[in-house]
């Protein structure tokens, strides 16, 4: 079952990976106006007629986070009345995934009211690319669909191994690692694409962008760190872990693998300074250019197959996270 024509809308965060998913699956983005009005409000403005359609609006929600939410809500509620048959949100980043519960008293569950505001803004229907958390379908109310983009992200991690050492990928000298314990599944999945053992280092937050790593669980010492995580925000998660690995006898370069680069404030030149050698990310956030080698794996093809199988109501099947 599909509803009218198959109409892709860019919002000012995703503008080349819409034009990606657009080349994928053979469709050029709606024109749209986005403005700033003088007192900082957000205007938009699509051009094209979208009655009927089945229309999917990209926007990854990396900083300004508030903007880029603020902006797809416009999006979608524009979509609507400009007569939409379907409205689904493509946020390869979705922020607030992390406010998922209440760690304390007086807090509120984030996720959920960015959820609401998804709703009342008239998206049908949600796409996300290895989302923080996996209470993610029970919070939002409009049905999600997830992918992921760790076999990408593998593929390069294996690549690079390659071309810097020459080395057997498969090679015992490298290990695995989860920089947390919320990171203990996704690092099972990168192991079944690259068979490398696997360790966790134990993590506590002291705030927003400080972390305290303890004790590594599993045999490092003498291996080459590959440290993977759903995200980066401050670095300061990946800098403890590699102090901690260093500690526990980890060797050699450090690579570290990511769905989600959003390098806030400090991110880079704690990388740099914790030595990391080469980050392997997405294009679901435009990383900026910097001394920090990055690798980046393009998602148009994949997001394009994606929105495609959904406009043809076909089922993601091997596109699919694991849960
Ligand atoms: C937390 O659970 C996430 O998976 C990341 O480890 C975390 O958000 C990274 O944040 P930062 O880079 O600021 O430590």
Redesign the pocket.
């Known amino acids: 079952m599909s509803a009218g024509a198959l109409q892709l809308v860019a919002g000012s965060a995703s503008v080349r990976l819409a034009a990606s998913m657009g080349e994928s699956v053979g469709v050029e983005p709606v024109a749209r106006e986005l403005e700033r009005f003088p007192d900082g409000e957000i205007h938009v403005r699509l051009h094209d007629e979208l009655r009927d359609d089945d229309v999917y609006l990209v926007q990854s929600t990396g900083p300004p986070t508030q903007e880029h939410l603020t902006e797809l809500f416009l999006l979608a509620d524009a979509a609507h009345r400009a007569g939409a048959a379907r409205i689904t949100a493509v946020v390869p980043y979705l922020a607030y995934a992390?406010q998922d519960r209440r760690t304390a008293t007086g807090e509120p569950v984030g996720l959920r009211v960015v959820a609401e505001l998804l709703r009342a803004s008239h998206v049908d229907r949600l796409v996300v690319v290895d989302p923080?958390t996996p209470a993610l379908e029970s919070i939002v109310s409009v049905p999600v669909e997830t992918t992921t983009a760790v076999p990408l992200l593998a593929a390069a991690v294996r690549e690079r191994i390659d071309t810097r050492t020459g080395a057997d990928p498969q090679a015992p000298d490298a290990v695995l690692v989860a920089?947390?314990l919320?990171?203990a599944k996704l690092v099972e999945r990168y192991a079944a694409e690259l068979g490398h053992e696997v360790a966790i280092v134990r993590k506590t937050r002291l705030s927003g962008?400080e972390?305290e790593a303890g004790a590594v669980v599993g045999d490092v010492a003498g291996r080459r760190p590959i440290i993977v995580?759903?995200?980066?925000?401050?670095?300061?998660?990946?800098a403890s872990a590699i102090e901690a690995l260093a500690g526990a006898g980890a060797t050699g370069p450090v690579l570290v693998a990511v769905s989600h680069g959003l390098m806030v404030g400090p991110?880079v030149s704690r990388l740099l300074e914790a030595g990391v050698d080469t980050l392997v990310t997405t294009d679901g956030l435009e990383v900026p250019e910097t001394d920090l080698h990055v690798v980046t794996v393009g998602l148009g093809d994949r997001l394009g197959e994606v929105v495609d199988r959904l406009h043809h109501g076909r089922p993601l099947d091997e596109l699919a996270a694991h849960r």
């Open positions: 992390r923080h920089p947390d919320g990171a962008d972390v995580d759903d995200m980066i925000s401050t670095g300061g998660t990946l991110a």
